[in-house]
């Protein structure tokens, strides 16, 4: 099992920058991926980034390349989600997420671990 905790989340207004971090424990060898997906309220939880460090590949949503940078930091294990000039649709739960291999697309059903979430407000 590998355990995924989320931290960084806030208010913010709009314009301005939050940094989203992603502690991994437990069984993490076997795991080359992570990614952040999001949701609002009534909607489908929708990918935001994904980070792969065998292949040293990132990919990004549209709705925020350009704006929002996926890390990881291997000595902690961890990986971050910098997030500039934020809108007030970026308001969501983001969620760290985890496949049990080197899937790092955008589907959320082929993660197999997820964290319980961030609450990030952007305010107009």
């Known amino acids: 099992q590998v355990q995924l905790v989320e931290s960084g989340g806030g208010l913010v207004q709009a314009g301005g920058s939050l940094r989203l971090s992603c502690a991994a424990s437990?069984?993490?060898?076997?795991?080359?991926?992570m990614a952040w997906f999001r949701q609002v309220p009534g909607k489908e939880r929708e990918f935001v980034a994904a980070i792969n460090w065998i292949v040293g590949s990132t990919n990004y949503a549209d709705s925020v390349k350009g704006r929002f940078t996926i890390s990881r930091d291997n000595t902690k294990n961890t990986i971050a989600l910098q997030m500039n000039r934020l809108k007030p649709e970026d308001t969501a739960v983001y969620y760290c997420?985890?496949?049990?291999?080197?899937?790092?697309?955008?589907?959320?059903?082929?993660?197999?671990?997820w964290g319980q979430g961030t609450q990030v407000t952007v305010s107009s």
């Open positions: 997420a985890a496949p049990k291999g080197f899937y790092s697309g955008s589907s959320p059903s082929s993660y197999d671990y």
């Open positions: 437990g069984r993490t060898f076997g795991t080359y991926a």
